[in-house]
Nanobody
Framework: QVQLVESGGGLVQPGGSLRLSCAYS????????MGWYRQAPGKQRELVAR???????NYAESVKGRFTISRDNGKNTVYLQMNSLKPEDTAVYYC?????????WGKGTLVTVSS
């Protein structure tokens, strides 16, 4: 079992920045990849960014060059640095961990980009 707790969401103006954090615990030795997903109202959940144990990252086209995913194994935390935020980035952001063939999810943190 892997437990995930997100934090760092909030209200930000267009062009602003936020950093999301995801603290993970449990059977963390089994985790092979972690990611951030988001779900906007009325839309399907979509992948935002992902990082593997070897440090390979991939991003949704819509966030490339603006968002950066990173992982601090010493703190058991994954981050999502979000810059140049746009209103269309408004969504609930979920942390995800792939471990032992299963997907684990946090409860999500709301990001609202609005003036």
């Amino acid at each position: 079992q892997v437990q995930l707790v997100e934090s760092g969401g909030g209200l930000v103006q267009p062009g602003g920045s936020l950093r999301l954090s995801c603290a993970y615990s449990g059977t963390i030795f089994s985790i092979y990849a972690m990611g951030w997903y988001r779900q906007a109202p009325g839309k399907q959940r979509e992948l935002v960014a992902r990082i593997t144990n070897s440090g390979i990252t991939n991003y949704a086209e819509s966030v490339k060059g603006r968002f950066t995913i990173s992982r601090d194994n010493g703190k058991n935390t994954v981050y999502l640095q979000m810059n140049s935020l746009k209103p269309e980035d408004t969504a609930v952001y979920y942390c995800n961990a792939g471990a032992s063939g299963m997907n684990y999810w946090g409860k999500g943190t709301l990001v609202t980009v609005s003036s």
